[in-house]
T-cell receptor, first 116, second 111 residues
């Protein structure tokens, strides 16, 4: 199984809602990532988990809260978002050779988030 | 700020022609990768070239890397309408577990 799955595909939420995005992979990868992508722009890294521990947080506002329950799952909890947070949220995974050469990332199809 | 810049920003060619996209970056790298993204979808990894490699092939793709100029190019030969997508270069550097993506090239292949 060489697939990264993301749910839901689309999400519309109000600024007072709480929702969660989910990501799953069964490739045995130990690094997982959340990216945010605005239209016609490259993906921007938000968080990196390595061996289920948060290793990189790119100064993301606290209204985004990541969680890695186990090596296959990655969640992104959303609360009190702003309309400017509307974007495509991408999850990715990769093998993680600690301190070694960096490998390719496998991306999910993304969740299209609209904040009203 | 983004590590890589790509040019052209947009490229439109006829089916069967070759497409060349360029990427420049700013710091030393471990490797450089190219990804394709169809509209509104996830990214698909195309090819990875390590800093000690100069050229790499995969099917109709040819990637070159010039570390002295801090630049890379992606050549797609005999393009097809299905190659229409955005193409991003991404660099990995230092010991950071992260990629930094270039600005992307939107390729349109006309049938």
């Amino acid at each position: 199984d060489t697939e990264v799955t993301q749910t839901p595909k689309h999400l519309v939420m109000g600024m007072t809602n709480k929702k969660s995005l989910k990501c799953e992979q069964h490739m045995g990868h130990r690094a997982m990532y959340w990216y945010k992508q605005k239209a016609k722009k490259p993906p921007e890294l938000m968080f990196v988990y390595s061996y289920e521990k948060l290793s990189i947080n790119e100064s993301v506002p606290s209204r985004f809260s990541p969680e890695c329950p186990n090596s296959s799952l990655l969640n992104l909890h959303l609360h009190a978002l702003q309309p400017e947070d509307s974007a495509l949220y991408l999850c990715a995974s990769s093998q993680d050779h600690r301190g070694g050469p960096y490998n390719e990332q496998f991306f999910g199809p993304g969740t299209r988030l609209t904040v009203l | 700020s983004q590590q890589g810049e790509e040019d052209p920003q947009a490229l439109s060619i006829q089916e069967g022609e070759n497409a060349t996209m360029n990427c420049s970056y700013k710091t030393s790298i471990n490797n450089l990768q190219w990804y394709r993204q169809n509209s509104g979808r996830g990214l698909v990894h195309l090819i990875l070239i390590r800093s000690n490699e100069r050229e790499k092939h995969s099917g109709r793709l040819r990637v070159t890397l010039d570390t002295s100029k801090k630049s890379s190019s992606l050549l797609i030969t005999a393009s097809r309408a299905a190659d229409t997508a955005s193409y991003f270069c991404a660099t990995a550097f230092g010991s950071a577990r992260q990629l930094t993506f270039g600005s992307g090239t939107q390729l349109t292949v006309l049938p």
